[in-house]
């Protein structure tokens, strides 16, 4: 029975790519302006991401994965919303 419950941990594969992409997604974000302009979007991409580092950094990569996705996909909503912000603005003048 031990054996079972410690080989659990050891079949879970890292998830090195959902990471980067998660962190490249969310730089992006940043550069966008979306810290500004899509706060709130921006905020969510930031707490989903450092949940995602807490929880790698812990070995749980199922929950890390998941955070990872999540914070991926705020960040590019954020960034979307930023820049969408910003060329409305530069049509209006």
Known sequence: MLILLGSCGLTTTRPKVEMSLA???????????ADVSASNLYRQAEDYF????????????????????????????????????KALEGNAE
């Open 23 to 33: 962190g490249a997604a969310f730089l992006a974000a940043k550069e966008a302006g």
């Open 50 to 85: 450092l949940k995602a580092k807490s929880a790698y950094r812990r070995k749980y990569f199922n929950k890390a994965q998941e955070y990872a996705l999540l914070s991926k996909k705020f960040s590019e909503q954020a960034e979307y919303a930023a820049v969408r912000k």
